[in-house]
T-cell receptor
């Protein structure tokens, strides 16, 4: 099992460019998440999905869009990148809560720099 | 007030030492608590869940004090490989979605 994978690992964008980050998981998890991690801020939830075809806003959704067309994939889009979106982006997946199992499994991250 | 607060450290300790990290959370309705470990430039990984009765996993012991809204992690006999950032994580159980709230992390450096 590959677990959670993310594409690309690194990317440099110019202000105003668009891009899509891809997350894939092979654990048959219902729930998927996108976080950003910035120095001194901890991980912050951008958007999440509780199942195929559903998405919801997290703590910092502005400037991002997501889609969950297939259960195993969760895409994060930046329509017009801004320097404030320079960050490390982590995708995660989990089973629905219950039975004491809330563990989220993370991908290796995407390092994005917006110039 | 941040939802989850941790001392950022760094905690520099010699190999073999015992070190403790603390964390406080603001949402008294929170039900699930965890410690995640994050190595430099890597993804977070679950270290252990924290139960009301306290729990131990080898050299690691986690405690929860609901009255004080306080979580702790104790590491005994520190190893060089324990060097990492330890994230205190709370599931506030609001709004659905199994959302987690992460602290900013406490950095541990174990030295020879």
């Amino acid at each position: 099992n590959a677990g959670v994978t993310q594409t690309p690992k690194f990317r440099v964008l110019k202000t105003g460019q668009s891009m899509t980050l891809l997350c894939a998981q092979d654990m048959n998890h219902e729930y998927m998440y996108w976080y950003r991690q910035d120095p001194g801020m901890g991980l912050r939830l951008i958007h999440y999905s509780v199942g195929e075809g559903t998405t919801a806003k997290g703590e910092v959704p502005d400037g991002y869009n997501v889609s969950r067309l297939k259960k195993q994939n969760f895409l994060l889009g930046l329509e017009s990148a801004a320097p404030s979106q320079t960050s490390v982006y982590f995708c995660a997946s989990s089973s629905p809560p219950g039975g004491g199992n809330n563990e989220q499994f993370f991908g290796p991250g995407t390092r994005l720099t917006v110039l | 007030r941040k939802e989850v607060e941790q001392d950022p450290g760094p905690f520099n300790v010699p190999e073999g030492a015992t070190v403790a990290f603390n964390c406080t959370y603001s949402n008294s309705a929170s039900q699930s608590f965890f410690w995640y470990r994050q190595d430099c430039r890597k993804e977070p990984k679950l270290l252990m869940s924290v139960y009301s009765s306290g729990n131990e996993d080898g050299r690691f012991t986690a405690q929860l004090n609901r009255a004080s809204q306080y979580i702790s992690l104790l590491i005994r006999d520190s190893k060089l490989s324990d060097s990492a950032t330890y994230l205190c994580v709370v599931n506030p159980l609001t709004g659905g979605g199994n959302k987690l709230t992460f602290g900013t992390g406490t950095q541990l450096k174990v030295e020879l």
